[in-house]
């Protein structure tokens, strides 16, 4: 059966690749050789065009591809108060490859106040026929791999006081984002996943952190956030193991976190990454609640132009029904296209089949 609401029976996690017009002009930007007015012109070109192209291979909602951002998380926290963006001295770590060497920490007392983010999704709101989506880092994430040592101690001795602040503050964005317009929000989340790995659980340790303690903390904190959600806006979570340049950082299935995640995070949806056997199987599903909950399955993935085979997508949702009805689950990518600005290893046109190819199963699944 067609979904009405989001998340959607044919979705995506919300980064798309940069053309060619907005990576020049950005690094044009960056130079001092254009004006930032000039950008946001060439950026409100290009994000109409990728809008009209949701909408026309039949998606039922539409981003803006993250196109004025140059990282996935942390544009949105460096507008939060008391979070600063700094130049860290090396960067993070993928499979042999490293990104820019910047970083965030906190050196105040964490608030939402007035947000750029918001302008960037009222422009979206305008320039759609379709559901404007919103995607933003979620709260666990911006802990999570700069750990404790990122957090002032002199601002917060107390840990448990700096998770309360975060999900005040969260009240507050998701409150901003309703007030305009926003009804379907995304938290992208690469905490629940890492640890999942027993390496990532040992970095945890040397950041200072607890990682046996950490996914009820952050399910709590998680909670404290959507605290007074309005009725009608569907947040949903995206679950990431790491996507930068078509590589990864962690590997492992969702058992470790699975009855934390799935049994006592009140969120509306999950998005998982189930393309390759790095991600494990489908048996931790078996936490998910039946009822309204959704779980987008991240079969298609983004981090190649390979175009997968219609029949094997099917067969693994067939797989993933053996622990979520059917009408529960929807389809997407395993991940966005372009996590940064750098973007994944992979053409647009191939990105656009992919997106194409998912709309054609869900309806072929789930029905038009």
């Given at each position: 059966m067609k979904r009405t609401k989001a998340p959607f029976r044919a979705d995506h996690v919300g980064s798309l690749l940069r053309p060619k017009a907005l990576k020049e002009a950005r690094a044009q930007h960056a130079k001092g050789e254009l004006h930032a007015s000039a950008l946001a012109e060439i950026e409100d070109r290009e994000i109409e065009k990728i809008v009209k192209k949701q909408e026309d291979i039949g998606l039922q909602l539409a981003t803006d591809g993250e196109f004025r951002r140059s990282w996935w998380h942390f544009d949105f926290y460096r507008g939060l108060e008391g979070v600063e963006l700094y130049q860290s001295g090396e960067g993070i770590h993928f499979a042999g490859v490293d990104t820019k060497p910047e970083s965030v920490r906190v050196i105040g007392k964490v608030g939402f106040n007035k947000h750029i983010h918001l302008d960037h999704f009222r422009f979206l709101k305008v320039h759609t026929k379709v559901t404007p989506k919103m995607t933003i880092p979620a709260p666990s994430t911006l802990h999570f791999r700069q750990g404790r040592q990122s957090i002032s101690k002199d601002v917060y001795p107390d840990i448990?006081?700096?998770?309360?602040?975060?999900?005040?503050?969260?009240?507050?964005?998701?409150?901003?984002?309703?007030?305009?317009?926003?009804?379907?929000?995304?938290?992208?989340?690469?905490?629940?996943?890492?640890?999942?790995?027993?390496?990532?659980?040992?970095?945890?340790?040397?950041?200072?952190?607890?990682?046996?303690?950490?996914?009820?903390?952050?399910?709590?904190?998680?909670?404290?956030?959507?605290?007074?959600?309005?009725?009608?806006?569907?947040?949903?979570?995206?679950?990431?193991?790491?996507?930068?340049?078509?590589?990864?950082?962690?590997?492992?299935?969702?058992?470790?976190?699975?009855?934390?995640?799935?049994?006592?995070?009140?969120?509306?949806?999950?998005?998982?990454?189930?393309?390759?056997?790095?991600?494990?199987?489908?048996?931790?599903?078996?936490?998910?609640?039946?009822?309204?909950?959704?779980?987008?399955?991240?079969?298609?993935?983004?981090?190649?132009?390979?175009?997968?085979?219609?029949?094997?997508?099917?067969?693994?949702?067939?797989?993933?029904?053996?622990?979520?009805?059917?009408?529960?689950?929807?389809?997407?990518?395993?991940?966005?296209?372009?996590?940064?600005?750098?973007?994944?290893?992979?053409?647009?046109?191939?990105?656009?089949?992919?997106?194409?190819?998912?709309?054609?199963?869900?309806?072929?699944?789930?029905?038009?």
């Open positions: 448990e006081a700096y998770f309360d602040d975060v999900a005040v503050a969260y009240q507050k964005a998701i409150r901003a984002f309703y007030d305009a317009g926003c009804r379907y929000l995304q938290l992208d989340d690469t905490a629940w996943s890492m640890i999942c790995d027993p390496k990532e659980r040992e970095n945890s340790r040397k950041r200072g952190d607890d990682p046996d303690r950490l996914p009820a903390q952050y399910a709590r904190m998680t909670n404290k956030a959507l605290d007074g959600k309005p009725a009608d806006m569907v947040i949903t979570m995206h679950s990431c193991r790491g996507n930068f340049r078509s590589t990864f950082i962690a590997s492992g299935g969702y058992e470790f976190v699975a009855e934390q995640l799935f049994g006592n995070v009140n969120i509306d949806g999950y998005f998982l990454e189930f393309d390759t056997e790095r991600a494990g199987g489908f048996e931790p599903l078996r936490f998910v609640p039946k009822g309204n909950k959704c779980v987008v399955l991240g079969l298609v993935t983004s981090k190649s132009g390979m175009l997968e085979k219609k029949d094997d997508i099917k067969r693994r949702i067939d797989e993933a029904t053996k622990f979520v009805e059917l009408d529960q689950l929807c389809l997407s990518p395993q991940c966005g296209f372009a996590s940064t600005e750098e973007g994944n290893v992979l053409a647009e046109d191939e990105q656009w089949a992919k997106l194409r190819m998912i709309v054609e199963i869900a309806e072929e699944v789930w029905g038009r």
